[in-house]
């Protein structure tokens, strides 16, 4: 084990070695893919950072190669574990997504490179290079679990460290990567990486404020993390088809409880729900209390909310398109959450041109964004705009359209839009 800072595991860069194809495969959220990889950095276990299983927390770090003082720290998403079973299942983790990994240990990391994808802009698009900070997800929490001791479950201690781990690498990247000098900082990161970064990113603003004099701005890039506080399309049809009979309030509930995570949530939202913390770690009620300028990529049907947060039977599975077809109810269901999710997303469309969007009809989680297009435009050309102050009209582009565009969108893609109805 990793006990001080002179054992660190350090990084050795590998470039232009990484399969495209791979690199989709482990990281579908990401916008682009990266073309270098690089072994993990582990953190010294007195830092007090760790996975889930106790072993050391470790990061992938690829430097700039044109020395740029830009970085964007890319946080990995994967759910939460909810409940001490399945956070101890997650911590015994050793294949992910068909590949070595896990999501609640580093030790199936060793000896398995990974890249970063930089979502800081040119004119037009996203910047070919950065230093790129990629955070494997090994807590469970969205990086906001914050017990100071393991908690002992069936023969095993599960440690929430995931603040911490976050903690940690600022504090390593400020001491040895030369993050002091930046320039500019995006926080990123898809799905449950997306709500980490709603969560953190003015955690991290404020850490660039204080150690980086020269940072001119710290913006965030939240993909597919706006889930929303919903109700089950039909309870009891719900209980008879399998699915859990907690929605994803309750959910989260259980994770900041377990987890210790209010020290992690944005004290101004606690203010606002001193009786309902965990509200404060949903994306829709605490993204009025972000102060940092932020830019969400989010379908109004995603697919991983209409299996687990609506639960519509029909679209229960995860694949675009093995599921039967929708009935007349499940259709109605599907479109009014598009309708709520629009909804929900006022305190966005309220701060624009401050903060921005593009909303997609595609039912996606793992979205084609880069093949998804409004106004003549792909979210990435939206997203830059926004990002160098040259937007020309919303800086919150939606798509008005019902489901896949009403079956204009997601024909021969490489990740289609689930077939609808």
């Given at each position: 084990l990793?006990?001080?800072?002179?054992?660190?595991?350090c990084?050795?860069?590998?470039v232009e070695?990484s399969?495209?194809?791979?690199?989709?495969?482990?990281?579908?959220?990401l916008?682009?893919?990266?073309?270098?990889?690089?072994?993990?950095?582990?953190?010294?276990?007195?830092?007090?950072?760790?996975?889930l299983d106790?072993?050391?927390y470790?990061?992938?770090?690829?430097?700039?190669?044109?020395?740029s003082?830009q970085?964007t720290?890319?946080i990995e998403?994967?759910?939460?574990?909810?409940?001490a079973?399945?956070?101890?299942?997650?911590?015994e983790m050793?294949i992910?997504d068909?590949h070595?990994?896990?999501?609640g240990s580093?030790?199936?990391?060793l000896?398995?490179?990974?890249?970063?994808?930089?979502?800081?802009?040119?004119?037009?698009?996203l910047?070919d290079?950065c230093n790129c900070?990629?955070?494997?997800?090994l807590?469970?929490?969205?990086?906001?679990?914050?017990?100071?001791?393991?908690?002992?479950?069936?023969?095993k201690?599960l440690?929430y460290?995931?603040?911490?781990?976050l903690d940690?690498?600022l504090?390593?990247?400020?001491?040895?990567?030369?993050?002091?000098?930046?320039?500019e900082?995006?926080?990123t990161?898809?799905?449950?990486?997306?709500l980490?970064?709603?969560l953190h990113v003015?955690?991290?603003?404020?850490?660039?404020r204080a150690g980086a004099p020269?940072?001119k701005?710290?913006?965030?890039?939240?993909v597919?993390?706006?889930f929303?506080?919903?109700?089950f399309y039909n309870p009891?049809?719900?209980?008879a088809?399998?699915?859990?009979?907690?929605?994803y309030?309750e959910?989260?509930?259980v994770?900041?409880?377990?987890q210790n995570?209010?020290?992690?949530?944005?004290p101004a939202?606690?203010e606002?729900?001193?009786?309902e913390?965990?509200?404060?770690?949903?994306?829709?009620?605490m993204?009025?209390?972000?102060?940092?300028?932020l830019?969400l990529?989010?379908?109004?049907?995603?697919?991983?909310?209409?299996?687990?947060?609506?639960q519509?039977p029909c679209?229960k599975?995860?694949?675009?398109t093995n599921?039967?077809?929708?009935?007349a109810?499940?259709?109605?269901?599907v479109?009014?959450?598009?309708?709520d999710?629009?909804a929900?997303?006022?305190?966005?469309?309220?701060s624009?041109?401050?903060?921005?969007?593009?909303?997609?009809?595609c039912?996606?989680?793992g979205?084609?964004?880069?093949g998804l297009?409004?106004?003549?435009?792909?979210?990435?050309?939206?997203?830059a705009?926004?990002?160098q102050?040259?937007l020309?009209?919303?800086?919150?582009t939606?798509?008005?359209?019902p489901?896949?565009g009403?079956g204009?969108?997601?024909?021969?893609?490489?990740?289609p839009?689930?077939?609808?109805?």
């Open positions: 990793i006990e001080s800072e002179s054992d660190i595991i990084v050795k860069r590998k070695t399969s495209a194809m791979a690199t989709a495969l482990l990281f579908p959220f916008l682009a893919q990266s073309s270098s990889e690089v072994n993990i950095t582990l953190l010294p276990l007195a830092t007090g950072a760790a996975a106790g072993s050391p470790g990061f992938f770090y690829v430097p700039s190669t044109t020395q003082k970085w720290i890319s998403g994967g759910g939460w574990c909810v409940g079973d399945s956070c101890l299942e997650r911590s050793t992910h068909g070595p990994g896990s999501l580093s030790t199936p990391l000896g398995h490179p990974a890249g970063c994808s930089c979502y800081n802009t040119v004119p037009g698009g910047a290079d900070i990629y955070l494997p997800y807590d469970g929490g969205s990086f906001s679990g914050n017990r100071a001791a393991p908690v002992p479950y069936k023969g201690l440690h460290k995931g603040l911490r781990n940690a690498t504090d390593y990247a400020f001491k040895q990567l030369g993050l002091g000098d930046a320039t900082m995006v926080v990161g898809g799905s449950a990486g997306g980490s970064t709603f003015d955690r991290v603003a404020a850490r660039m020269g940072c701005r710290t913006t965030a890039a939240p597919v993390g706006y929303l506080d919903h109700s009891s049809t719900n209980a088809s399998g699915y859990p009979q907690t929605n309030s959910m989260m509930r994770v900041v409880d377990d995570a209010t020290a992690a949530l944005l939202c606690l606002a729900f001193p009786a913390p965990h509200l404060c770690f949903m994306s829709p009620h993204v009025k209390f972000v102060e940092s300028p830019f990529f989010n379908s109004k049907f995603d697919a991983w909310q209409m299996a687990n947060d609506l519509v679209l599975t995860s694949s675009p599921h039967t077809p929708c009935s109810a499940e259709q109605s269901a479109l009014g959450y598009g309708v999710f629009l929900a997303l006022t305190p966005v469309l309220s624009a041109p401050k903060n921005g969007g593009f909303i997609t009809s039912i996606c989680h979205c084609n964004w880069t297009v409004l106004e003549g435009k792909s979210s990435i050309q939206h997203y705009d926004w990002h102050g040259t020309q009209g919303a800086s919150v939606v798509d008005p359209r489901p896949n009403g204009d969108l997601g024909k021969g893609w490489a990740a839009c689930t077939t609808f109805p």
